[in-house]
């Protein structure tokens, strides 16, 4: 059994891959209580990574100042949108593996 503290709740996590969590009153489970007990750990919770889609989202413009940066482009006869998009690809390109 493997067993995660997270947000301080448990997560149990059984060894044949099959995950449960539940609310609070799952500190009172036996079984946990128990393996704590016997002198086990449980491993606290890692927020993974966020992906280069994640941080691609967070920084692009809203759809409405892109709509904006697009005619005032049409208008100018500029590239701002494009270029802005493309800065924000390049700082966080597409892995290779995907």
Known sequence: MKVILHAGYYVKDYENGKKTSVNGDYLQDSAVQAWIAEGNTPDVYQEPEPTYIEL????????????????????????VWADTIQSIKDKYPKPMDI
């Open 56 to 79: 691609r989202q967070a920084e692009y413009p809203s759809l409405a100042e892109q709509l904006d940066m697009q005619y005032w482009d049409s208008v100018n006869g500029t590239t």
